[in-house]
């Protein structure tokens, strides 16, 4: 079975940091695009960043970039998101997503507030 | 930013009956490799977003023959022939061809 399990989310103060992952089953994890997408309390999901198969190109969205680093290690299955500099409107659900969004997991909440 | 618009945003629709909803890109969404990144999806209420329809008219694994997706150039549409109870939920256009993918604002189905 195709599988995307999230884990790292919490509560955190305004600047903080969290380290999401992202671990992946059923498919050759190396061999497909990653994408983490949030969705904010009420509102429609918002693609965050993506990462190619070999982890040699991402891309951000504007309002995360220079604090959000996104990795993949291929051996372990796995993609993460370094989520640093946190601030209020970064409170959402993180969902993995394979290429395409075909599959998604079932989120991990990421809560920013004092 | 490739802006998504849906119409309509809610839509009430009786058990058996057709529903339509359409949405439109800001820009083109043909990728340089020929093809369009253009997706339907479902997100039920409490759950996960679920990907019905991607390339515009190719429906995933496992979902009804009811759904069929439609479109070129920056206007797509998707159709439910006739809708189920289990239909009810936001269902959100996306495009994948420029970065950042963006998605539409929802189109919320009920049933009257």
């Excluded at chain 1, 891309?59 to 291929?74: A, C, H, L, P, T």
């Excluded at chain 1, 500099?85 to 991990?108: F, H, I, K, N």
């Excluded at chain 2, 990144?37 to 479902?42: A, D, I, K, P, T």
């Excluded at chain 2, 006739?82 to 936001?90: C, I, M, Q, T």
């Amino acid at each position: 079975e195709v599988q995307l399990v999230e884990s790292g989310g919490g509560l955190v103060q305004p600047g903080g940091s969290l380290r999401l992952s992202c671990a992946a089953s059923g498919f050759t994890f190396s061999n497909y695009w990653m994408s983490w997408v949030r969705q904010a309390p009420g509102k429609g999901p918002e693609c965050v960043a993506n990462i190619k198969e070999d982890g040699s190109q991402t891309y951000y969205v504007d309002s995360v970039k220079g604090r959000f680093i996104i990795s993949r290690d291929n051996a372990k299955n796995s993609l993460y998101l370094q989520m640093n500099s946190l601030r209020a409107e970064d409170t959402a659900l993180y969902y993995c997503g394979r290429a395409g969004l075909g599959v998604w997991g079932q989120g991990t909440t990421v809560t920013v507030s004092s | 930013d490739v802006v998504m618009t849906q119409s309509p945003l809610s839509l009430p629709v009786t058990v058996g009956q057709p529903a339509s909803i359409s949405c439109r890109s800001s820009q083109g969404l043909v990728h340089s490799d020929g093809n369009t990144y253009f997706n339907w999806l479902q997100q039920r209420p409490g759950q996960s977003p679920r990907r019905l329809i991607y390339k515009v008219s190719n429906r995933d694994s496992g979902v009804p023959d009811r759904f069929s997706g439609s479109g070129s150039g920056t206007d797509f549409t998707l159709k439910i022939s006739r809708v189920e109870a289990e239909d009810v939920g936001v269902y959100y256009c996306m495009q994948g061809t420029h970065w950042p993918h963006t998605f539409g604002q929802g189109t919320k189905l009920e049933i009257k």
